[in-house]
């Protein structure tokens, strides 16, 4: 019987390992493709002398959809992220220096909607808001949030802006989804969709489900990375703080 287990044992502890060194691998190859479609948005960025400052950089990649960000000519900052877009940030820095480094590596740092000018009757939202789900603050359920978390570098030193060429109907209904999931709590578990609770990039890969885009190839719980290769989404904003603090910020205009 002992070495019954013990083989058992052995067995189990070999599928673990294979799952997770497939699992990494699947990572990195989203890592590197990644990195590629970021290093090819900022490649066509046209610097804008008249839009910058000794502390924000502007680079506009021409564009004849809507602009990808929202600037502010008093303060000369910008909010990310264009009507119907996903915000998302490759880099956790909310928990802890270690488990940081594993969740960004493997998971992302977070995701929110940018949703734009809307109303119905339980919700008014404006250019400056996002719905996203958090459990790093007092609240842990999907609500509003304004969009200067997602300028400033207190919480993000990198945002990327994901479009999904939607139709108005389509960008209604998708935000009708979002909204539907408002005031619902946060899914700890990650691995596992449930009913009734979701996590951040759990969210945008439902909501777009409905009208057909598929944000989640691997069926695998959803990450930052997912979002950011699918087919279906393209870089619309890319912002980061350099060495000395400064923002660089790429966008279509």
């Known amino acids: 019987m002992r070495k019954i287990l013990k083989i058992s044992w052995h067995i189990l502890r070999s599928i673990?390992?294979?799952?997770?060194?497939?699992?990494?691998?699947?990572?990195i190859v989203e890592h590197v493709a990644k990195d590629v479609l970021v290093n090819n948005f900022i490649s066509k960025g046209v610097y804008q002398e008249e839009l910058s400052t000794s502390n924000i950089k502007y680079y506009k990649i021409a564009y004849d959809g809507e602009k990808s960000m929202y600037y502010e000519e008093s303060t000369h900052d910008c909010y990310p992220g264009g009507k119907g877009d996903i915000l998302v940030s490759p880099d956790q820095l909310t928990i802890a220096p270690i488990v940081n480094e594993i969740v960004s590596f493997y998971a992302g740092g977070h995701a929110g909607y940018s949703i734009g000018n809307y109303e119905d009757y339980e919700v008014q939202s404006d250019d400056y808001n996002t719905l996203e789900i958090t459990q790093t603050l007092e609240v842990h359920n999907a609500r509003l949030y304004h969009k200067k978390d997602w300028a400033s570098n207190e919480y993000f030193n990198v945002v990327i802006g994901l479009r999904v060429d939607m139709t108005q109907e389509e960008y209604e209904k998708v935000t009708s989804v979002i909204l539907s999931y408002y005031d619902d709590p946060y899914n700890s578990s990650?691995?596992?969709?449930?009913?009734?609770?979701?996590?951040?990039?759990?969210?945008?890969?439902?909501?777009?489900?409905?009208?057909?885009?598929?944000?989640?190839?691997?069926?695998?719980?959803?990450?930052?990375?997912?979002?950011?290769?699918?087919?279906?989404?393209?870089?619309?904003?890319?912002?980061?703080?350099?060495?000395?603090?400064?923002?660089?910020?790429?966008?279509?205009?």
């Open 16 to 27: 673990i390992i294979l799952i997770l060194l497939s699992y990494t691998t699947c990572v």
């Open 190 to 253: 990650f691995l596992f969709n449930t009913t009734n609770s979701k996590y951040c990039t759990d969210i945008m890969s439902q909501a777009f489900s409905y009208i057909g885009k598929n944000l989640n190839r691997d069926s695998f719980s959803t990450s930052v990375y997912d979002l950011i290769v699918s087919p279906d989404t393209y870089i619309s904003y890319y912002h980061y703080y350099d060495g000395n603090g400064v923002k660089h910020v790429y966008y279509l205009g």
